[in-house]
């Protein structure tokens, strides 16, 4: 039997990296492979490549035992293949029927049959077992019913191959689990399923093959009933992995950051946070567990000035921070790593060295008066790009011609080595290389240790478990459960951030 | 949304019985008044159909004015040397598919800065036609047509039914564009290239191919703004002729919120606007220098944006280059 | 110009020798530079802040018309005060309406390229009726003001325009400030990326009004320069394309603001010898803004001007309608 899908010396590379460098996979119907790897590993533009997103430099792919033509989406649809994108690639302001009909609308006469479509939605929806409402706008739904809307328009078409790019990233481990369900539902009636991850459980739980990437190359392949999740991890990362970070005790002191009874909306204007109340000390990490979309990002966005707070008060050593000012914030001791570095962080077309400087150009010794100091800017940019290991060929180098990593070494060394009484961090190691990974984690330590009070936001529930000394599980807007880091049990965790009791 | 929705229902209310009280005293200039309106607002009805079908998928077109001025120009030099007005309004439409053309090149295939590649195409189409400008020239224009029946309506038949034939034209295509961009599949790939393209790119709907489409169909119907303004409307052609209009029109297109109908209905506003500050001056009401008469538009598109801005969401992906391909 | 059945070579010759070739045509090429490279700079400033400062022609004809009246209507005053003042009217007119377009933006949203295009017109009608009405020449039937006086007239040095010597110092020192000043760095980041901006605490609102005030003010003293120092008078039909021509210069610059200088240079040799070139060889002068308009074209097609490319302007214009 010919396989369903044959990925055969695959290459693709952008400007400076190489995404794919040789890659050949097969799948085969009925079968689930998972493809593993870190974020930066090259899995999502393999899978690209297949659907005709990215055209690879070289190599072939066989569906069916057919050629595909590169670049060619709607060759790969019209082949069987659905995709369900890591991003989701859904118009907000549209309805769902409009949004799964989009690209093959039910037409009468020149028109679009709504009727029809709608009917093709609803009975699409029961036949999966994935409910929606047909006539909602997409944006005001939650992200968990976006993602079934995600699936239903990828299943639409009777696909032979499914394709999901991280696709429980958003999702509760309950939801997850219903997921993966799905997942061994399509596979029994003989559909094959690729499926990318980078978390190992989910690897184990469904897989019947595992291919590793690593720097864009096979790493290995291997299967569930052959290793462990430390085998996985093995492969992933190359070698012998600490899954645990090594830290001291916390020696936590008086509340330095202090929220109370904190009310803020999101950009629809609904409630996002909840009336929410959390200490941190100085001297402890607290790490945030929630599924994405239960208010972090507006939570943190809140204490850094980032958004308008509609009640509530956020203090910072006892003194009331203001609403709306970043920067007023940051000069009263808060650092922040924001959740998206190139946005907020960083100046992608600065120097390294203006990039350090972003927030106190202009104080001492940065500038004197109006004129800027380009002395100290070169000093300081020096010390820094040793002192945190940025790789750059020199300071002048541009911030956006960095890799991912050490982007977010450059934030990580403007936030840190200043003085600061609180860091706020919000995925700090999203798309960030494992050795940068492991420096982050160490840098916060380290401030935790020099008395920073931490607050960790992040939704890799391993980076909030093996970093934070309390867990503070968020769910609906509030702070639900405080956990002590010894109490804080995965399957615990996972309850609570289900909106569960514990 | 229900706030804007009032206020504009209750102006038309007010249009509607200000239009009836004038009507009753003195109907004849009421009715010329009103279908002048429709005459003055047509054009800028057209060109901000130009700015929605271009913005609806996500491309930014401040060209419109270029394209308007390069069409109505080419219109007016071909009708005036074959001496014949069809001929006229099919180049007009061919220059404006052109500029279109070369907007789509510059914004999509070079990926250019797209509010630059407009201005390119205005500073050209203005060199261009000045530099090509001969003075003197006579062209066929097109004539009336009254619709049988309708036209023997009172007021309505003289405001709708007796007008050149690029005004019945023109009206159908902005109904058409209309039903076509609530109700077709290229209106709903075109409305989601513009919000999300990916959406569309991962749905198999070619991104590239249909912006190329959507603003070479654009440039056609700004093509045939420009015909009507040197043919049917004017009767000739002089430098800067088209004054401004292809700004105008992004404004009403933005007060109308990038919908076909809202736009028709600000740019039958600013008609009126026109018609009535004309008559006002023809009958010796008011003496209002012609400088101010001719700042009026501007200053009510500044006034409509004011009002409007900060209240309306483009589309989302407007402006944006799609890079089909990222890491 | 084959069109025209003129010869090219007469058309490109006559265009050098009275652009360059001589004292007196070089004279008149910087003059004719001067205001150029001022609204040129005045592009620049929105440019490097994130804005397409599209105004910068009612910014200038303002500035011009308000020096000028000060230059005829304030009288008995020695040239050392009334120049200055002539030229502060300009420069205080020119920032207002690039101020007010400024304000749009910032307190309303709305682009800036959109309010830009209709301050111009409603600028250049109003100057119109102005010069036409309230401050025209006496017995004059033109729309034109009274000669500017020799107490508010700008001296020659060598016989070369000294206003020229002055927007140089200015594009060197503007250059200055967005390297080397707080306020230089503030307007690069907001230029840059906008959410960066806020978050390091930079007013986005105020880098705004402050980009589109300090461009109007530097475009309302070209218009000065202009009408004090080579026209003598205001006259509307002076003006026009100037503003126009400022986009071009600060593009081909590549929004560096020691760019504007050769920038202008070349554009107001080809400006000044246009009329010339129409005398020597039957080209009729709108060529040169077809010339322009294809030079713009050039400097910005991605093809040719990847290597000029060390800033990258395109992309950071270009936002939706309202924000």
Redesign the interface.
């Known amino acids: 039997m010919s396989a369903l899908l044959e990925i055969a010396n695959v290459t693709k590379t952008?400007p400076g990296?190489v995404?794919n460098e040789n890659i050949s996979i097969t799948v085969a119907a009925g079968e689930i492979v998972a493809l593993l790897g870190e974020n930066g590993a090259g899995k999502s533009?393999l899978v690209?490549s297949v659907?005709g997103?990215?055209?690879p430099d070289s190599g072939e792919i066989r569906i069916k035992g057919e050629i595909i033509t590169p670049?060619d989406?709607?060759g790969a649809?019209?082949r069987g293949v659905g995709?369900v994108?890591q991003?989701f690639?859904?118009?907000?302001?549209?309805t769902v029927t409009?949004?799964i009909?989009?690209?093959?609308?039910p037409?009468r006469g020149?028109?679009?049959n709504m009727k029809a479509a709608r009917a093709e939605v609803l009975a699409l929806s029961e036949k999966y077992g994935l409910e929606v409402d047909p006539d909602a706008f997409v944006e005001d739904l939650p992200v968990g019913t976006q993602q079934r809307i995600e699936i239903l328009?990828a299943l639409r078409k009777d696909v032979d191959l499914l394709i999901l790019d991280e696709p429980t990233a958003v999702l509760t481990p309950q939801e997850t689990d219903e997921l993966l369900q799905v997942m061994r539902n399509l596979a029994a009636s003989g559909v094959g399923v690729l499926f990318i991850t980078h978390k190992l459980r989910e690897v184990m739980a469904v897989a019947d093959r595992v291919v590793v990437l690593r720097n864009g190359r096979v790493a290995g392949s291997t299967s569930p009933k052959e290793t462990d999740e430390e085998g996985l991890a093995q492969l992933m990362v190359g070698r012998n992995v600490v899954l645990q970070v090594e830290k001291g005790d916390a020696k936590p002191a008086a509340a330095t950051l202090v929220i109370r009874e904190l009310h803020v909306n999101d950009d629809r204007k609904h409630l996002a946070v909840n009336g929410l109340n959390l200490e941190v000390r100085a001297g402890e990490i607290v790490g945030v567990a929630g599924v994405e979309g239960n208010g972090q990002r507006e939570l943190v966005e809140a204490i850094c000035g980032?958004r308008p707070r509609i009640s509530g008060e956020i203090l910072v050593a006892g003194e009331a921070t203001p609403d709306m000012?970043?920067?007023?914030i940051?000069?009263m001791g808060v650092s922040h790593i924001?959740e998206d570095r190139e946005?907020?962080?960083?100046?992608?077309?600065?120097s390294i060295e203006?990039n350090l400087v972003?927030?106190q150009?202009?104080r001492a010794p940065f500038?004197k008066g109006?004129?800027?100091n380009?002395a100290a800017l070169e000093e300081n940019a020096t010390r820094l790009v040793k002192e945190f290991d940025i790789r750059t060929p020199s300071i002048s180098t541009t911030a956006g011609a960095l890799s991912g990593g050490n982007k977010q070494k450059v934030v990580v060394a403007r936030e840190l080595s200043q003085d600061t009484r609180v860091v706020v961090a919000a995925q700090p190691t999203r798309g960030v290389d494992v050795g940068s990974i492991e420096f982050i984690h160490n840098q916060l330590i380290a401030a935790r240790d020099a008395g920073a009070a931490v607050l960790l936001v992040s939704a890799e529930l391993d980076e909030i478990l093996s970093l934070a000394d309390r867990v503070a599980v968020m769910f609906g807007g509030k702070i639900v459960a405080i956990l002590e880091a010894k109490e804080a049990e995965r399957v615990l965790v996972g309850r609570l951030m289900a909106g569960l009791s514990a | 949304m229900t706030r804007f929705l009032s206020f504009k229902w209750i102006l038309t209310f007010i249009l509607i019985a200000i239009t009836g009280y004038l009507y009753s005293k003195d109907g004849v200039i009421t009715t010329s008044v009103v279908a002048t309106a429709v005459i003055f607002g047509l054009p800028l009805a057209l060109a901000a159909m130009v700015g929605i079908m271009c913005e609806r998928t996500g491309i930014v077109n401040i060209g419109i004015e270029g394209t308007l001025l390069f069409s109505s120009f080419i219109g007016f030099f071909v009708a005036s040397s074959t001496n014949n007005g069809v001929f006229g309004i099919i180049s007009a439409i061919t220059a404006g598919v052109v500029t279109g053309l070369f907007l789509a090149f510059m914004s999509i295939s070079w990926k250019m800065d797209q509010i630059i590649a407009g201005t390119i195409i205005n500073i050209l189409a203005t060199g261009l036609t000045s530099f090509l400008y001969t003075q003197g020239r006579m062209a066929p224009t097109t004539f009336p047509i009254d619709i049988p029946f309708f036209s023997s309506i009172p007021f309505f038949g003289q405001v709708l039914f007796m007008h050149g034939p690029l005004v019945y034209f023109g009206l159908v295509v902005i109904f058409s564009l209309y039903v076509a961009l609530y109700h077709t599949s290229w209106g709903l790939r075109s409305r989601a290239v513009g919000e999300h393209p990916g959406s569309a790119d991962t749905a198999g709907v070619s991104v590239f191919r249909l912006r190329y489409l959507n603003v070479a169909l654009a440039g056609a119907v700004g093509g045939l703004a420009g015909a009507y303004l040197s043919l049917e409307l004017v009767g000739s052609w002089d430098r800067g002729f088209t004054a401004g209009k292809g700004f105008t029109a992004l404004a009403l297109m933005i007060f109308g919120r990038w919908n076909p109908m809202g736009a028709l209905a600000a740019a039958m506003f600013f008609g009126l606007t026109q018609a009535v500050t004309n008559q006002l001056m023809f009958s010796d009401v008011a003496h209002i220098p012609e400088q101010f008469v001719n700042m009026l538009p501007y200053v009510l598109t500044i006034v409509v944006l004011a009002i409007s801005a900060g209240k309306v969401r483009p589309p989302a992906a407007e402006g944006l280059q799609y890079e089909k391909e990222k890491a | 110009m084959f069109l025209q059945g003129a010869q090219p070579m007469d058309a490109y010759g006559s265009l050098f020798s009275h652009g360059f070739g001589s004292w007196e045509g070089f004279a008149k090429t910087l003059g004719k530079a001067t205001p150029l490279m001022l609204s040129g700079l005045a592009v620049t400033i929105g440019l490097r802040s994130g804005l397409f400062n599209i105004g910068v022609q009612g910014q200038l004809v303002s500035g011009a018309l308000a020096a000028g009246w000060a230059g005829y209507a304030i009288q008995g005053l020695p040239i050392y005060i009334h120049l200055p003042i002539a030229l502060l009217f300009g420069i205080f007119f020119g920032a207002l309406v690039g101020w007010i377009a400024g304000a749009l933006k910032a307190y309303r949203g709305i682009h800036e390229v959109i309010t830009t295009i209709m301050i111009n017109s409603i600028v250049l009608a109003l100057v119109d009726y102005l010069a036409g009405h309230n401050f025209q020449e006496p017995g004059q039937t033109l729309a034109r003001t009274s000669a500017v006086l020799p107490s508010a007239t700008i001296p020659k040095i060598f016989g070369l325009p000294s206003g020229f010597f002055f927007a140089v110092l200015l594009a060197w020192a503007v250059w200055w400030v967005f390297q080397r000043t707080t306020s230089g760095f503030r307007l690069d980041t907001v230029g840059r990326n906008k959410n960066a901006a806020w978050y390091a605490g930079i007013s986005v609102k105020r880098s705004v009004l402050i980009a589109m005030g300090v461009g109007g003010a530097i475009a309302g003293l070209g218009g000065a320069i202009e009408t004090l120092g080579v026209i003598g008078r205001f006259e509307p039909t002076f003006n026009t394309g100037l503003g126009f021509d400022g986009i071009t210069i600060a593009l081909l610059g590549r929004a560096n603001p020691l760019g504007v200088i050769p920038g202008a240079i070349l554009i107001g040799g080809i400006r000044g010898a246009s009329s010339s070139m129409q005398f020597d060889a039957g080209v009729a002068p709108e060529i040169v803004d077809l010339i322009l308009a294809l030079i713009l074209f050039c400097v910005t097609a991605p093809f040719l001007s990847k290597w000029l490319r060390s800033t990258q302007v395109g992309a950071k214009v270009t936002s939706g309608w309202s924000n």
């Open positions: 952008f990296v995404a533009t690209k659907f997103m990215v055209r670049g989406t709607s649809i019209a995709m994108h991003h690639q859904l118009v907000p302001v549209m409009e949004n009909i989009l690209g093959s609308e037409k020149i028109f679009i328009k980032m000012h970043p920067h007023k940051h000069s924001p946005k907020h962080g960083l100046v992608t077309t600065y203006d972003l927030n150009f202009d500038a109006w004129i800027r380009m």
